[in-house]
């Protein structure tokens, strides 16, 4: 997503409408370690951290370390408020 377009919950609302789609299925995530934006677009989804492991990035050309993230199919959160305050 461009640059001009971060902060303002996008993300955060994208995930949830995905998930509306997944039902009732519990969903995994992986995240980098140090990308602590998309942390905060899991936990705001209702995801919990559920481990860690090492992984290949193609964007950084090498091994990291990464979050592995859980939703539980049976206590789905409403999900982040759409718009934002000021979004326009
Ligand atoms: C990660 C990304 C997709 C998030 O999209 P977004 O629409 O900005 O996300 P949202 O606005 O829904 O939420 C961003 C959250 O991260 C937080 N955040 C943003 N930058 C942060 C930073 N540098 N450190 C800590 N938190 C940060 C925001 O405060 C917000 O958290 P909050 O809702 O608890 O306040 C976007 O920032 C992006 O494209 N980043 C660059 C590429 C990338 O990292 N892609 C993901 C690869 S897995």
Not at 13 to 29: I, K, M, N, T, W
Not at 39 to 61: K, Y
Not at 69 to 77: A, K
Request: net charge positive; aromatic share 8%.
């Amino acid at each position: 997503m461009d640059r001009k377009w971060w902060g303002r919950g996008i993300a955060s609302r994208a995930l949830h409408l995905f998930l509306l789609e997944a039902g009732q299925r519990s969903v995994y995530a992986r995240v980098v370690h140090d990308n602590l934006a998309t942390q905060h677009v899991l936990r705001n989804c209702g995801f919990v951290p559920a481990g860690t492991d090492h992984g290949f990035s193609d964007v950084r050309g090498e091994q990291v370390e990464e979050q592995i993230w859980r939703l539980d199919g049976v206590s789905r959160p409403k999900g982040p408020a759409s718009p934002r305050p000021g979004d326009g």
